[in-house]
């Protein structure tokens, strides 16, 4: 039978350092333990299988929560603005964590994930600022909407073998992240989601990938090359948008179209083969290219007036 705990008052005073949830609770509620400030340890009884949406939100205090392998979920945002939470390990008696269950958790230094778990759900780890590392197991496939934005200090991520989709701004703003190793089982790249991450310095995507999102690139001040997949039959809107250092990219014969502003602002560009299959470059797709000293367009290709606008060195060759 269900015995829900729905408010910290049930079981101690809110201005408790420790709390100890006693036997027979079997949910902890939502928002029980709301903006209990004081709060630094938590101890989870055996009985406890879910904790709800918010049920630790704004719990400014808390550096360590232990959980027994009865819990099963942790729902959305459970955690939210738990800026003092140092290290999290999840038991593999989880199957589910929410939505932003740890969005704002600033000292998150540690996560462990167990492989019972198969996704990274949307916004998890937005603005976990102090997070330097992560190993995202065996077992999902599919890394959510903004999951790891914000993530400031990420040094780097190992994307297994089991991801099928990254998806809209997974890792925008993960200005310390260098380099990501992309699986050959990513099928899908969404909006932003490498976006502003701004020391990467190096992107393989292989052909498994047969849609990458607008955006995704923006902004990686730091990116050298690129060679994207021959799945791929587009080159997405300010997909390389103020990629500054970017000198080397391989556009695959798959691709048909480059959409506006590609790669708007790329000025250490200097030279680029647009491959025949190629029907249609956008407006500004290369404009501010200062570097950029030769274009190979095929025939076929049409682009608007301000496609190579700024680029006072360039020669286009059709061929």
Same mark, same amino acid.
């Given at each position: 039978m269900?015995?829900?705990?729905t408010s910290?008052? $049930?079981i101690?005073? @809110?201005? $408790?350092?420790?709390?100890?949830i006693?036997?027979g609770?079997?949910v902890i509620g939502?928002?029980?333990?709301?903006?209990?400030? !004081?709060?630094e340890?938590?101890?989870?009884?055996?009985?406890v299988?879910v904790?709800?949406?918010?049920?630790?939100v @704004?719990c400014t205090?808390?550096r360590?929560?232990?959980?027994?392998r009865?819990?099963?979920s942790? @729902?959305?945002g *459970?955690? !939210?603005?738990?800026t003092s939470? $140092?290290?999290v390990?999840i038991?593999e008696s989880?199957?589910?964590?929410?939505?932003?269950?740890?969005?704002?958790?600033?000292?998150?230094?540690r996560?462990?994930?167990?492989e019972s778990?198969?996704e990274?759900s949307d916004?998890?780890f937005?603005?976990?600022t102090?997070?330097m590392r992560m190993?995202?197991?065996?077992?999902?496939t599919?890394?959510g909407?903004?999951?790891f934005r914000?993530?400031s200090?990420?040094?780097?991520v190992?994307?297994p073998?089991?991801?099928e989709?990254i998806?809209?701004?997974?890792?925008h703003?993960?200005?310390?992240?260098v380099n990501v190793?992309?699986?050959k089982?990513?099928t899908?790249?969404?909006n932003g989601?490498?976006r502003?991450?701004?020391?990467? *310095?190096?992107?393989?995507?292989?052909d498994?990938?047969?849609?990458?999102?607008?955006?995704?690139?923006?902004?990686?001040?730091?990116?050298r090359s *690129?060679?994207?997949?021959?799945s791929?039959t587009e080159i997405?809107?300010?997909?390389?948008h /103020?990629?500054?250092?970017?000198? /080397?990219v391989?556009?695959?014969? /798959?691709v048909?179209?480059?959409?506006?502003l590609a790669f !708007?602002g790329?000025?250490?560009l200097v030279?680029?083969e647009?491959?025949?299959?190629v029907?249609k470059?956008g407006r500004?797709a290369? $404009?501010?290219c200062t570097?950029l000293e030769?274009?190979s367009?095929?025939q076929a290709?049409? !682009?608007?007036?301000d496609?190579?606008?700024n680029?006072?060195k360039?020669?286009?060759?059709?061929r």
């Amino acid at each position: 039978m269900e015995k829900i705990l729905t408010s910290i008052d $049930q079981i101690a005073s @809110r201005d $408790q350092r420790k709390v100890i949830i006693p036997d027979g609770y079997t949910v902890i509620g939502e928002r029980a333990f709301e903006d209990c400030v !004081w709060l630094e340890n938590v101890v989870i009884s055996r009985s406890v299988t879910v904790i709800r949406c918010s049920a630790f939100v @704004r719990c400014t205090a808390l550096r360590e929560i232990c959980f027994p392998r009865s819990v099963t979920s942790i @729902r959305a945002g *459970a955690f !939210w603005s738990c800026t003092s939470l $140092q290290s999290v390990l999840i038991p593999e008696s989880v199957t589910h964590t929410g939505d932003a269950v740890f969005r704002g958790c600033k000292s998150l230094e540690r996560v462990e994930i167990p492989e019972s778990v198969t996704e990274i759900s949307d916004e998890t780890f937005y603005g976990c600022t102090a997070l330097m590392r992560m190993k995202i197991p065996k077992s999902v496939t599919d890394i959510g909407m903004d999951a790891f934005r914000g993530c400031s200090s990420l040094l780097s991520v190992e994307i297994p073998a089991s991801v099928e989709s990254i998806n809209w701004g997974a890792f925008h703003g993960c200005t310390s992240l260098v380099n990501v190793v992309i699986p050959k089982s990513v099928t899908k790249i969404g909006n932003g989601a490498f976006r502003r991450c701004s020391a990467l *310095a190096s992107i393989e995507i292989p052909d498994s990938v047969t849609e990458i999102g607008d955006w995704v690139f923006n902004g990686c001040t730091s990116l050298r090359s *690129a060679v994207l997949s021959a799945s791929v039959t587009e080159i997405g809107n300010a997909m390389f948008h /103020s990629c500054k250092s970017l000198s /080397s990219v391989v556009i695959p014969d /798959s691709v048909t179209e480059i959409e506006d502003l590609a790669f !708007w602002g790329c000025s250490s560009l200097v030279s680029v083969e647009i491959p025949d299959s190629v029907t249609k470059i956008g407006r500004s797709a290369f $404009q501010g290219c200062t570097s950029l000293e030769s274009v190979s367009v095929p025939q076929a290709a049409h !682009w608007e007036k301000d496609t190579f606008k700024n680029c006072p060195k360039l020669k286009i060759t059709r061929r």
